[in-house]
């Protein structure tokens, strides 16, 4: 099983940046794709970006991209969420996800709270 924990969240003015980051627990971290979800108040979870196993291939959100980047350390089992330019829109819960398709496992982490307000 993989533990996951989120931090790095806050308020921030608009134009600002934040660094989300996302720890994991266990052994198949490195072999897990990864992925940052959020969810604003009344709405659904949404993707943000998505990462490879690996981290070679990225994806993201149309309403993210260009400001918004993921990465992540297998060596240090760690998942990443640059955000720059962030605007009163993004502000929501962000959840770190990891999955692993072999065994079928999906993990969430907790949530953290990026609030873009000034």
């Known amino acids: 099983q993989v533990q996951l924990v989120e931090s790095g969240g806050g308020l921030v003015q608009p134009g600002g940046s934040l660094r989300l980051s996302c720890a994991a627990s266990?052994?198949?971290?490195?072999?897990?794709?990864a992925a940052w979800y959020r969810q604003a108040p009344g709405k659904q979870r949404e993707l943000v970006a998505d990462?490879?196993?690996?981290?070679?291939?990225?994806n993201y959100a149309d309403s993210v991209k260009g400001r918004f980047t993921i990465s992540r350390d297998n060596a240090k089992k760690m998942v990443f969420l640059q955000m720059n330019s962030l605007k009163p829109e993004d502000t929501a819960v962000y959840y770190c996800?990891?999955?692993?398709?072999?065994?079928?496992?999906?993990?969430w982490g907790q949530g953290t709270q990026v609030t873009v307000s000034s």
């Open positions: 996800k990891t999955q692993y398709d072999t065994l079928g496992l999906t993990n």
């Open positions: 266990g052994n198949i971290f490195r072999f897990s794709a």
């Open positions: 990462i490879t196993s690996g981290g070679s291939i990225t």
